[in-house]
């Protein structure tokens, strides 16, 4: 939907105005509409996608490269490490050895196509990094896809037996997510097909609402056994991942490592998903870049910091944000929407398709509908069909090698020849907001907001 | 083998030829092991000292051996059973047989909270009491217990069948799906989206079957069966009222 806020103008208020009409700055029409629209629905909105409102990002964040007091490498000529290695704290057998630090993030096979999850799976594998299976359960051809498969237990517990669990090459115990920290999945009933139903054991057609709350343990303590019993059932063949929505990062960061994760993910509030309480997107959790340096200094005030390894997601959509991200703390990060747009969502083809949701291309957030005019987010055949995986695997591929490269040569270009060597000291902000956040200095300062100066 | 405090006893129905392992001395993932080698080539086992401790038994597959636990048992006992036979002779900690795909758990005691908690098929039987939230998000299998069930059982279910022959607590098969609870005796209240519906003469031939099976007697009280009534498997205004307090 597009936004229905026009431009100010030249107008001393600073305030909309429009052919002599003034707009109220507390009712608008983007207020008024949300009224209205909830009168008619009688329940919260529902929608996919990310959130609907601007927040201090990585992207305010900027690095300090090499000039007399560093010496930088050649960027296009010197070589810069990329290789991550996650999961090796508790010395299962297979840790996650990614040729790259960005995978692909939990994204359930129901709230993407069959073909959507093959083509991220073949993206991955031909990069050397990882997917996620997301909550829906172990999708064959996603497995057949992806040489490296994290398996996500979720408290609802989608297929969840020795045997799948024993076909996974790391296990992540899911936490809550980023776009809706505290309450459960959804998947609209258009979208819950015949397989979808089947993999979830469900009712054909239901409004699916997952659980929250893990059926069998629910604090640190019992988490610790948990995790044990995981590790016994697969032999401590892999690594184990707890994942999180960025809340109070200090404290849960803090207990996923007590209770023995190998690697904690945390994911910001721009985390999206495949549909949610829309209210919940905007008024739930914390920005990555502000989760960033608090789970890194969570872990190393355990003096666990490069022992549990720390991944990020939420928003993560060029290398700049990935470098960002790296230097901040993070041993990788995941991605999630950027990889389905480089897929095709919101691209501009089907345009009639996009219409017929009321919306268009750049500002489809319809994943909800099931209606995916470019096939990504649907369980139509016909739709589906729109996806041609080599193609999709393709473009994603390209898009991974362009994050990586621009990861590289800002690593390059700061003097570090390993990505996993950019440290926070390499950053500055460019607000006041993002600097007390990132706990960097303001650009041009010593001051970080909230903290003694640093020289 | 060491003389253990559960060695002195007799426990009835463990046969005298089991094969023992004492789990004194091994923690979780040597017993494990240890347990995994002994199942693979003996047909019956008997575990001295469980002494409580958990994750006892994890991940045991099909044509393992019958495995006696003589004592009771921690959290997740039996957990990712994938078609082993386990008798606990004692009470069971949480999670009892969670994610069990195929198998039999039998628990000559009472069960903590979650027993079968996602379990996709196979059956456990509880002779005693069984915790709250006993079979929440099961997707399969059967759970029979001979006493009382505990509040909010039978949570989410998907499929399967939850049988408790004793009473349960609040919160009866709150927002389930297509899960079926039989229960005899006294129910402190339903859950959300839980009706009650007739038995039919299926039904009455699977529990005759299930608990004969399991050695239960029929209760002396009359089944009631529970179900999901489905009013909050689709978002419908007209319904709002009932969302709005769950």
Known sequence: MSSPHGSAGDNPTGRPEYGGMRESPLWDRYTIEEIQAKAQLGRYRISGFSLHRRIPRLDDLVFLPAAMTRLPLEGYRESCETKTVLGARHGCAKPIELSVPVYITSMSFGALSWNAKAALGRAASAIGTCTCTGEGGMLAEEREESSLLVYQMTPSRYMLDLEHLRRADAIEVAMGQGAKPGTGGLLPGAKVADRVAEMRTLPKGIDQRSAVRHPDFLGADDMEVKLEELRIATDNQVPIFVKMPATRVREDVKMAAKAGADVIVVDGMEGATGASPEFLLDHTGIPTVAAVATAREALEEMGLYGEVNLVVSGGIGSGADAAKALALGADAVAIGTAALIALNCNAPIYQDDYARLGTAPGFCHHCHTGLCPVGITTQEPDLVARLDIQAAADRVENFINAMVLEMTLMAKACGKSNVHNLESEDLRALTIEAAAMAHVPLAGTDWIPGREARR | ?246
């Open chain 2, 1 to 246: 083998m060491n003389r253990s405090d559960s060695a002195v006893r007799t426990w009835p129905g463990v046969p005298a030829d089991a094969v023992h392992l004492d789990a004194d001395g091994l923690d979780a993932r040597e017993f494990n092991r240890k347990l995994q080698e002994l199942a693979q080539v003996h047909d019956l086992l008997a575990v001295d000292n469980p002494r409580a401790r958990h994750n006892l038994g994890i991940g045991l597959e099909t044509g393992a051996a019958h495995i006696h636990f003589l004592g009771s048992v921690g959290y997740y006992c039996g957990g990712f059973n994938a078609g082993a036979e386990i008798t606990v002779h004692g009470n069971a900690g949480w999670g009892l047989g969670e994610a069990m795909a195929a198998g039999q758990i039998t628990v000559r005691g009472s069960t903590a909270w979650s027993a079968g908690a996602g379990m996709r098929g196979g059956t456990i039987v509880i002779t005693g009491d069984a915790g709250p939230r006993t079979g929440i998000a099961m997707k399969g299998g059967n759970i029979l217990v001979a006493g009382t069930v505990g509040f909010m059982s039978g949570f989410m279910a998907h499929q399967g069948k939850l049988v408790a022959l004793g009473g349960a607590g609040d919160a009866l098969g709150a927002s389930m799906y297509e899960g079926r609870i039989f229960v005899a005796g006294p129910v402190a209240g339903l859950g959300a989206d839980a009706i009650e519906r007739d038995l039919d003469g299926v039904d009455l031939e699977e529990l005759r079957r299930d608990l004969a099976q399991a050695g239960l007697a029929w209760p002396a009280q009359p089944l009631h069966k529970i179900e999901a009534e489905g009013r909050l498997w689709y978002f419908d205004k007209h319904d709002a009222r009932i969302w709005r307090n769950i």
